[in-house]
């Protein structure tokens, strides 16, 4: 009888696995950092994943909290229904936004976290990058009363994927964000009493150049057969490090170390799986309220995520390894949140050229469209995207739908069962190609 | 040699003997209840006595449905979306999609000449669309299953069921009822409804000539008839369509007894999650509730105009 069995992970030593740990350890530092903050009289920004304003925040010296992290993790942790429902009990629908959810229940438990006790806010910062965040913010500027900044990013003119790069609208969106930039740094003075120091900046630029730099280099390097990393498992602590560390010398440094590591997984021919069987593509985030049986899911099939497109949004798209022109540090920075932004917005109705070229370079052999029931915003377009590189492209792929947070949308069942069917028939494609004698990614 | 199929659904159990010639030589049919090794193993006794044979001379055994890993005295696992389109293919060597109307799932599966699974789409969270919205029609109406097609057919002005949950589905059936309606109308608007939600799964991996329907549902004449008028093509119904996973599944035995490879079988089981299946007791696999703290008083919240 001849099963195959689930390959195991690879081996960890003193350099493979350390940007994890080291990725862990510095979540750890992030949140005691956050709650020291009012003991120390720092002031405490509630920021955004996308769009965070971290490089302004930052050169003010703001200690920086993340909803969505924030949120994330009382999921990993098993115990998002004790923050969902207070939150459905206070009177938000099973339909809301389970991260908004998670997060409301937090405010009413006086923001007692499983990690500690959250500050309150000082000043809060949204965009329209994703459209519940404006309703998100006035959530607590009615709790706590502090003033909210809303940097309207304008939208893609035209179609298709390249408009982005439309040199006039760019310059002009460019201006517009530019001049409410100005706004922002006139709030900050406000709130934290300190001078906007323009080389102060100069320097928080600098650190995400560094932090790009490398960043989009690793990602790189999951072209290599096998992947050094797994863009949904290990891809997570990463993208953490990205938003929570993103323009500080300890978020660039972490980068470069692990950009080292990733280079020497692949001098050495190590994977993530003493075997990889299936490169995988995907598209949406994981579910964390199940994240470790939803890996497995895949893990057992000996599937490697190689690429996530989840890692270019919720890392802040530093993917695009973008530096900024510290010669004019305002208009580059300006610059750069338009293109991100337009990205992000745009992603539910252009991304798919974009996603198979992904598949192309990352020798992936399909696609994972994970929907987020709570979510419409990150799965709206994904089943036409899907149709379409099935159509055209004759890409294989699978659309799974649960929720990031509400363990109550899981079902294993039908989970496993479309994955298992999803895998036997990415086996037979594979196996017939290599019968035919085709050469195999 | 001698190979069995068993299709542990989510509502019945079907297992089927194939020959060295790969004829169905028998065939086993039981609700599958609580105890699912239990079924599983009733199912293919049945089969086994069907076919006049001993069940220790069945040389390989596949199991598949959604009760596949409790098949314990199988040999290997295929998902049945795997094993109705390998099903079908083999029944109907035409067959480029499959319709499978099951208990509680409705599948569409894109197939190619060998039966190869290209693209599937499956109803998602919900039994709308599937056996068991007719079921809950049957119940709400007290008539019994096999009598809900030729009464259906009877229908003149057939009523449009707007529903999509399966639950508020009869509660919207009492409600035309309550109108005056009569009991085929609204028995034909249940079908209606049903062939509608399969049509939109369908075009959505494509409907590429010749469709087989497979599953309990293709009992169900009126559900046939409306699917061919929708459609405006025949479909492929075999007297066997719902024994198709149970078929699907022995024919990836017979493969594996035949050349020890098992094609896309070959590519699947994780021995271990087996393993922990066999030695498990038997509890019911339905995840258990998050614990919750609705009893705690809420804190109260100072909250700014």
């Known amino acids: ?441 | 040699v001698i190979v069995s199929g068993v299709d542990v659904g989510s509502t019945q159990t079907k297992a089927v003997i194939l020959n060295d010639r790969r004829e169905i030589i028998g065939r086993g049919l039981c609700d599958t209840g609580a105890i699912i090794t239990k079924a599983a193993e009733e199912a293919f006794n049945l089969a086994a006595q069907d076919a006049g044979v001993p069940a220790a001379d069945v040389d390989f055994i596949v199991g598949t449905g959604y009760g596949r890993y409790r098949v314990t005295f199988g040999h290997t696992q295929v998902t049945e979306i795997s094993c109705h389109a390998r099903g079908a293919q083999y029944l109907f060597p035409g067959s480029r999609t499959v319709l499978d109307i099951g208990g509680q799932d409705t599948k569409a599966i894109k197939v190619g000449p060998e039966g190869q699974v290209l693209d599937f789409c499956m109803n998602d969270k919900c039994a709308a669309g599937t056996g068991r919205f007719l079921g809950a029609g049957a119940m709400a109406l007290d008539i019994p299953l096999g009598e809900l097609g030729p009464l259906a057919l009877q229908a003149k002005n057939p009523v449009k069921i707007t529903t999509t949950c399966t639950v508020f589905a009869e509660s919207e059936i009492i409600n035309w009822l309550a109108r005056g309606k009569k009991v085929e109308d609204v028995l034909m608007g249940v079908h209606q409804a049903i062939a509608t939600r399969s049509l939109s799964l369908l075009r959505r991996v494509g409907v590429e000539p010749e469709v087989t329907f497979t599953g309990g549902v293709t009992r169900n004449l009126a559900m046939v008839q409306i699917l061919e008028e929708l459609l405006e093509m025949k479909l492929n119904v075999s007297p066997e369509a719902h024994y198709m996973g149970a078929i699907g599944a022995s024919l990836f035995a017979h493969d594996k007894a035949v050349s020890g490879a098992a094609g896309a079988a070959e590519a699947l089981g994780v021995e271990s999650e087996l393993e922990a299946a066999r030695n498990a007791p038997e509890l019911c696999n339905v995840n258990c509730p998050v614990p919750v703290n609705r009893g705690k008083q809420l804190p109260v919240v100072e909250v700014k105009a």
Not at chain 1, 384 to 392: A, I, N, Q
Request: proline letters at 4%; glycine letters at 8%; aromatic letters at 10%.
């Open chain 1, 1 to 441: 009888m001849s099963v195959k069995q689930a390959p195991a992970p690879v081996q960890e030593d003193a350099l493979v696995g350390r940007a994890r740990r080291e990725g862990n350890q510095l979540f750890k530092e992030w949140f005691s950092d956050l709650q020291a903050a009012p003991e120390k009289g720092e002031e405490v920004a509630y920021v955004f994943v996308m769009g965070s304003m971290a490089e302004i925040l930052r050169s003010f010296g703001f200690q920086m909290s993340f909803p969505e992290i924030n949120s994330l993790q009382v999921a990993v942790r098993k115990v998002a229904m004790d923050y969902l429902n207070p939150a459905e009990d206070y009177g938000y629908s099973t339909d809301v936004c389970a991260y908004v959810k998670a997060d409301v229940g937090l405010h009413l438990q006086e923001r007692r976290h499983p990690n500690g006790r959250l500050p309150k806010p000082s000043v809060v910062v949204a965009t329209n990058m994703c459209n519940t965040y404006v309703k998100w913010a006035e959530i607590w500027e009615r709790l706590y009363g502090v003033p909210v900044f809303v940097l309207d990013i304008p939208g893609q003119r035209g179609i298709g994927w390249e408009k982005r790069y439309d040199k006039e609208a760019l310059d002009s969106d460019r201006r517009y964000v530019q001049a409410q930039l100005l706004e922002l740094i006139a709030l900050c003075e406000r709130v934290s009493g300190t001078k906007f120091d323009i080389d102060r900046l100069r320097e928080v630029l600098g650190e995400v150049n560094r932090m790009a730099a490398d960043w989009s280099a690793v990602l790189k390097l999951n072209q290599n057969v096998p992947a050094p990393f797994n863009a949904m498992a290990d891809g997570l602590t990463y993208m953490g490090i990205l938003s929570g560390y993103r323009g500080t010398r300890t978020g660039s440094e972490y980068m470069a170390r692990l950009h080292e590591e990733m280079e020497h997984k692949v001098r050495n021919g190590l994977g993530t799986l003493e075997e990889e069987r299936f490169r995988l593509h995907g598209v949406g985030p994981a579910c964390y309220s199940h994240f470790r049986r939803f890996l497995e899911l895949f893990q057992e099939w000996g599937a490697v995520f190689v690429n996530s497109e989840y890692l270019a949004y919720a890392g802040g798209g530093l993917d695009l390894g973008i530096q900024f022109d510290l010669d004019r540090p305002l208009e580059s920075l300006a610059e750069q949140i338009v293109q991100t932004g337009q990205r992000s917005m745009s992603n539910m109705f252009f991304s798919q050229d974009q996603l198979a070229d992904v598949v192309g370079a990352w020798h992936a052999d399909g696609i994972v469209y994970h929907s987020v029931k709570s979510c419409r915003t990150v799965s709206t377009g994904m089943a036409d995207s899907r149709e379409y590189l099935t159509k055209t492209k004759e890409i294989p792929s699978l659309f799974v739908e649960s929720d990031l947070v509400d363990p109550r949308l899981w079902s294993e069942a039908q989970f496993k069962n479309r994955i298992d069917a999803f895998f036997e028939a990415l086996g037979a494609r594979k196996a017939a190609a290599a019968a035919a004698g085709r050469v195999q990614k």
